[in-house]
């Protein structure tokens, strides 16, 4: 059961428009959620993230979207650039006995067309 | 952000042997590390859960018995595969969680197994 879901396996975008990658999840009990950044044959690198009592976190050029009814993530990445192109994986967190356990989507890769 | 190590970063091995997975937290102490696999294609999969001076946490269907971790310090966890088989062949990534750090892990830069 897929509890962190990413629908858009790729994305390609225009260098200088907005990428905008989606994220669901079906477990109302996430209390945090992160994007990660991953290239090939290396580890994730942490981008952003939002806890749930927000709808909106903002760190330069990227901003994470939280819509909790509708359970639904984004990440906005503008403008673009061809550093951005990578894996993306959306991640949701939760609290058990005291540690952290993440939930990790399937990931979108993202390529910006220079 | 703080930095985590993992070695080696790529091995190939005979079936029916044992791989150790070292996994290093470089400016920080880490009471709690994960291990985490990624198949082709598909996303990162929570195997278990390493506490210093604890038994780690499994996740539902990874074999303890199979995987072996052992978080002796605050800085080190490891991950030994035990009788290896082609199956296990995967991208192993391991995280840690710093200790002023709320909500996040710093990932490993892995270790592709492939089992031969």
């Known amino acids: 059961d897929q509890q962190v879901k990413q629908n858009s396996p790729s994305l390609s975008v225009q260098e200088g428009r907005i990428s905008i990658l989606n994220c669901d999840y079906t477990?109302?009990?996430?209390?945090?959620f992160l994007w990660y950044k991953k290239y090939p044959a290396e580890g994730p690198t942490f981008l952003i993230s939002?806890?749930?009592?927000?709808d909106k976190n903002e760190d330069g050029r990227f901003t994470v979207f939280l819509n909790k009814s509708a359970k639904h993530l984004s990440l906005h990445i503008v403008p673009s650039q061809p550093g951005d192109s990578a894996v993306y994986f959306c991640?949701?967190?939760?609290?058990?006995?005291?540690?952290?356990?993440?939930?990790f989507g399937t990931g979108t890769r993202l390529t910006i067309i220079p | 952000g703080a930095v985590v190590s993992q070695h080696p970063s790529r091995v190939i091995c005979k079936s029916g042997t044992s791989v150790k997975i070292e996994c290093r937290s470089l400016?920080?102490?880490?009471?709690?590390m994960f291990w985490y696999r990624q198949f082709p294609k598909q996303s990162l999969m929570l195997m278990a859960t390493s506490n210093e001076g604890s038994k780690a946490t499994y996740e539902q269907g990874v074999e303890k018995d199979k995987f072996l971790i052992n978080h002796a310090s605050l800085t080190l966890s490891t991950l030994t595969v035990t009788s290896a088989h082609p199956e296990d062949s995967s991208f192993y990534i391991c995280?840690?969680?710093?200790?002023?750090?709320?909500?996040?892990?710093?990932f490993g830069p892995g270790t592709r197994l492939t089992v031969l």
């Open positions: 400016d920080f102490q880490a009471t709690t």
């Open positions: 477990n109302s009990m996430f209390d945090y």
């Open positions: 991640a949701a967190s939760l609290f058990i006995f005291g540690n952290e356990k993440l939930t």
């Open positions: 939002i806890s749930s009592i927000k």
């Open positions: 995280s840690a969680v710093a200790g002023s750090s709320y909500n996040e892990q710093f």
